[in-house]
């Protein structure tokens, strides 16, 4: 027997993709904050977040047109939630969650050191109705070294689900994905 689910917690069922940092910078001042809700926008290196004007870093970003979107494992989780809770107008959350900025090569953003991957972005759009920045990554950085290799993803309530099992099913899609 189907139950009704309510409307208000329909977003919970299609929370998209991992958990992400963004990075942004104007002038020395550098800040990160959490994203949970991102979307690719199609097979190219272009995708969406969403954010808007209660997050510090949303005004920076699209003044300066840049920022940097990093991937962290799963053991990164409490920073992610750390980073996501405070606010960048009163506190350097590189210091106080003990991660390492590094300079990006074409943006001013810093890369975050201990993520899985970076990508340098730009702001090609804004959906302002929908609270969505689209960006073009224009340069990725991958840490093969990491020895976490799982990302987090975000069920929408303050929970959270970690990549399990992966299913490998290349042969069977083969003329169904772009090349890699």
């Known amino acids: 027997m189907l139950k009704e689910y309510p409307l208000n917690r329909v977003f919970t069922l299609v929370e998209p993709g991992p958990v ?35 997050n510090h870093s949303f005004e920076v970003m699209m003044k300066t047109r840049q920022c940097v979107v990093a991937v962290p494992g799963a053991d990164l989780i409490g920073k992610a939630v750390g980073i996501g809770t405070c606010s960048g107008t009163d506190t350097d959350k590189f210091e106080k969650f003990s991660l390492s900025a590094r300079k990006a090569e074409k943006v001013k953003a810093p890369l975050v050191a201990e993520c899985l991957f970076n990508m340098e972005c730009e702001v090609s759009d804004h959906i ?16 093969p ?11 929408g309530d303050g929970t959270f689900v970690a990549d399990g099992e992966k299913f490998d099913l290349r042969r069977e899609m083969a003329s169904k994905l772009p090349p890699l």
């Open 128 to 143: 302002e109705r929908y609270g969505i920045v689209i960006l073009e990554c224009v340069r990725a950085w991958e840490n």
């Open 20 to 54: 992400l940092l963004v990075t942004t910078a104007e002038g020395k001042k550098k800040n990160i904050m959490t994203i949970t809700w991102s979307m690719a926008m199609s097979f190219s290196p272009t995708f969406g977040i969403v954010t808007g004007a209660w």
């Open 145 to 155: 070294n990491r020895p976490e290799k799982r990302t987090i993803h975000a069920v």
